[in-house]
């Protein structure tokens, strides 16, 4: 059965980085179309990236974008999400989880096999 494992989340200030990482278990990430997707309380899960399979190719939503890279280590078998000059609004808890629309656009993600999450707070 596929299943995800989110970590890497802390808590710091406006402008540092910070590495996500995202272990699957029961099939290979090259083999699946997986996005990052984040929610703050009393809002609605949001997708900010996705990762095509085996191509590589990625997209990103407009608030993350030129900021945040998301990555695949086929090896490890795991997603990645680099995080840099985080600012108070990526506040939130982060998932990643299969896309059921293929990495189509931003706006279409639906995501299944959620993980756990992981709290990232940025503090100014």
């Known amino acids: 059965q596929l299943q995800f494992v989110e970590s890497g989340g802390a808590s710091v200030q406006s402008g540092a980085s910070l590495r996500l990482s995202c272990v699957a278990s029961g099939s290979a990430v090259n083999d699946l179309y997986i996005g990052w997707f984040r929610q703050v309380p009393g809002k609605e899960r949001e997708g900010i990236s996705c990762i095509d399979k085996g191509n590589r190719d990625t997209i990103y939503a407009d608030s993350v974008k030129g900021r945040f890279t998301m990555y695949r280590d086929n090896a490890r078998n795991t997603v990645y999400l680099n995080m840099d000059s985080l600012e108070p609004e990526d506040t939130a808890v982060y998932f990643c989880?299969?896309?059921?629309?293929?990495?189509?656009?931003?706006?279409?993600?639906?995501?299944?096999?959620w993980g756990p999450g992981t709290q990232v707070t940025v503090t100014s």
């Open positions: 989880a299969l896309d059921r629309n293929y990495c189509l656009t931003i706006k279409t993600m639906v995501g299944k096999n």
